[in-house]
């Protein structure tokens, strides 16, 4: 298995910009998080999904993100518009169905300028 | 609400010796799972070893294991015969059955100098 797959590794944009953060999970894992990591804040988990569909999403910051699972293997997060403090990393995971490992993506690096 | 405290941010250890990385951790139930992630340079979160609350058997992965004390809610890393690739951030997370929340420490930066 490829493991939890996210795309790009780098993104620079401009503050106001859109932001699309893609990940696939792995196959036959029914659980994807999206996490943001800071020097701060440390690890904080935004959303997460149950079979495609989003369970909590207490943790996204504002109405500016958005997360969307349309299928099984495919997830996106989107920033818009993006602001120089959502500079951080961005990591998917996805777990199988109890949940009880979480295997994480090699993260995205979003700087915000 | 679970808590998870690691008081170490950062340690040293010469190639080739022991360490031990401290995590507590608090909860007032009792079927969780607790993990120690390794995230080197690259950035990426690698799971080290998961330990089951049930099991009273410390978990083992080749040179790392776990001195797992339920009662005193300590779960620390050791890595042994330590070696430059080991360098990395390592967390300490929690996970409470059923409720697809993971909560991570802060971390441990550690270094093994050669």
């Known amino acids: 298995d490829a493991g939890v797959i996210q795309s790009p590794r780098h993104e620079v944009t401009e503050m106001g910009q859109e932001v699309t953060l893609r990940c696939k999970p792995i196959?036959?894992?029914?659980?994807l998080f999206w996490y943001r990591q800071t020097m701060m804040r440390g690890l904080e988990l935004l959303i997460y999904?149950?079979?495609?569909?989003?369970?909590?999403d207490s943790g996204m910051p504002e109405d500016r993100f958005s997360a969307k699972m349309p299928n099984a293997s495919f997830s996106t997060l989107k920033i818009q518009p993006s602001e120089p403090r959502d500079s951080a990393v961005y990591f998917c995971a996805s777990s199988p169905p109890r949940g009880e490992k979480l295997f994480f993506g090699s993260g995205t690096q979003l700087s915000v300028l | 609400a679970q808590t998870v405290t690691q008081s170490q941010p950062e340690m040293s250890v010469q190639e080739a010796e022991t360490v031990t990385l401290s995590c507590t951790y608090d909860t007032s139930e009792s079927n969780y799972y607790l993990f120690w992630y390794k995230q080197p340079p690259s950035r990426q979160m690698i799971l080290v070893i998961r330990?089951?609350?049930?099991?009273?058997q410390n978990a083992t992965e080749n040179r790392f294991s776990v001195n797992f004390q339920k009662a005193a809610k300590s779960f620390s890393l050791k890595i042994s015969d330590s070696q430059l690739g080991d360098t990395a951030m390592y967390f300490c997370?929690?996970?409470?059955?059923?409720?697809?929340?993971?909560?991570f420490g802060t971390g441990t930066r550690l270094k093994v100098l050669a």
């Open positions: 999904f149950n079979n495609n569909v989003p369970i909590d």
């Open positions: 997370a929690f996970y409470l059955s059923g409720t697809y929340k993971y909560i």
């Open positions: 330990q089951e609350a049930y099991k009273q």
């Open positions: 196959s036959g894992h029914d659980y």
